[in-house]
């Protein structure tokens, strides 16, 4: 497509009501001016918890009717400002908070991750949010380091395979819960080095690490599991609020941290980017230095196409989900996926 003359107008998925997966629609836009920013154009899409939410009018970021969603994209770079770190035609992930979900986007240049060639385009459309997210929770804000034990919760998940892969890479000993046999095997394919069951998770850990417990807990489900993650932490031990897929945010009383010398420590990405536009570039080259090491291996779930965005959105919605679910955006992509 490089080279091609621009058309006016692009495909995309838009909410046109809060109603979840019905309702969106697939429509015809007109191409957007890049401005100061890296027009991409988009052959993968992520599909994300925010997503959903969004689709629903419950997440914190309400965009007004009608919006497309899509917090991460990866493609072929058309055009980019004079003096930036990519150029046309050069393969890309980038994270656009909303709107990827389009055959063009616009992204701002600190948000454009060049990617190698042993990476896809459809492994890069999960990559900026998840392991963006997994590498600021376990290297600032945990604090992991060599030889800790690492327990993540939703491991087979997006996000929880992003923390699985960067704890290994930090040198942890991780311990992933999940909550079927399959997820369990994902897990340990992304380099867990012990599973166990969701159902009666903490006696399990318990009887595998003995009275020396988990130095972090990545949480991505929320839930009946906090009070659990604080109970089977080590001495100063930190339990890393990430995301509540299971859409229950819980309480904890302020004394079971005290007893225990414990932290709960909130993670948000999206959040912290807004104050540091140059952290993104300098987490992109630890990511890829431990993608080189082998470290960091994206798990593509299932690939729908555009048409098909509602499916996607439903997938993500029943938990059978496995690894990252993504739109390919254009006809080639999809006979591909
Ligand atoms: N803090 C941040 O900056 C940040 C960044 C990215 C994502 N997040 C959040 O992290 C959470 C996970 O995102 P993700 O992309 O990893 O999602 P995902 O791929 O769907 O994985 C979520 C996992 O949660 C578990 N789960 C438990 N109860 C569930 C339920 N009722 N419905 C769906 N899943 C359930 C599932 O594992 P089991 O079946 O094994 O329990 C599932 O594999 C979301 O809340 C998302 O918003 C936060």
């Known amino acids: 497509m490089s080279g091609a003359a621009r058309r006016s107008t692009h495909r995309a998925v838009q909410v046109v009501e809060l109603k979840g997966p019905e309702g969106l629609r697939l429509v015809e836009l007109p191409d957007p001016d890049p401005g100061d920013g890296v027009l991409i154009e988009v052959h993968h899409a992520g599909v994300a918890f925010?997503?959903?939410?969004?689709?629903?009018?419950?997440?914190?970021?309400?965009?007004?009717?009608?919006?497309?969603?899509?917090?991460?994209?990866?493609?072929?770079?058309?055009?980019?400002?004079?003096?930036?770190?990519?150029?046309?035609?050069?393969p890309v992930a980038a994270f656009v908070r909303v709107g990827g979900w389009a055959e063009l986007v616009v992204a701002a240049p600190s948000l454009v991750f060049a990617l190698p060639r042993d990476l896809s385009l459809r492994s890069g459309a999960g990559m900026p949010m998840n392991y963006l997210t997994a590498h600021l929770a376990l290297t600032r804000r945990g604090g992991l380091t060599a030889g800790d034990v690492l327990l993540v919760h939703g491991a087979a998940g997006g996000l929880g395979t992003a923390l699985v892969q960067a704890g290994k890479a930090l040198g942890a000993r991780v311990v992933a819960v999940t909550s079927t046999p399959e997820k369990a095997e994902l897990a340990r394919e992304c380099g867990a080095d012990h599973t166990v069951p969701t159902d009666g998770w903490l006696g399990s850990v318990r009887e595998l690490l003995g009275p020396g417990g988990v130095d972090v807990v990545a949480d991505t489900v929320g839930g009946d599991?906090?009070?659990?993650?604080?109970?089977?932490?080590?001495?100063?031990?930190?339990?890393?609020?990430?995301?509540?897929?299971?859409?229950?945010?819980?309480?904890?009383?302020?004394?079971?941290?005290?007893?225990?010398?414990?932290?709960?420590?909130?993670?948000a990405w999206g959040s912290l980017i807004e104050d540091e536009p140059d952290y993104p570039a300098r987490q992109w080259a630890d990511l890829m230095e431990w993608h080189a090491a082998g470290f960091i291996r994206p798990v593509d779930g299932r690939c729908f196409a555009l048409s098909e965005a509602g499916d996607a959105l439903r997938e993500l919605d029943s938990r059978r989900g496995l690894g990252k679910i993504t739109l390919a955006l254009r006809p080639a992509d999809e006979r591909n996926s």
Not at 70 to 89: D, F, I, K, M, S
Not at 232 to 260: D, M, Q
């Open 50 to 90: 925010p997503d959903l939410l969004m689709s629903r009018g419950e997440y914190q970021r309400k965009p007004s009717l009608p919006f497309s969603p899509g917090v991460e994209v990866a493609g072929v770079v058309r055009e980019a400002p004079l003096g930036c770190h990519v150029r046309a035609g050069d």
């Open 225 to 267: 599991a906090l009070l659990d993650s604080v109970r089977c932490l080590s001495r100063e031990g930190r339990v890393l609020v990430l995301g509540f897929a299971s859409g229950t945010i819980p309480s904890i009383a302020a004394n079971r941290l005290l007893l225990k010398n414990v932290d709960l420590r909130g993670v």
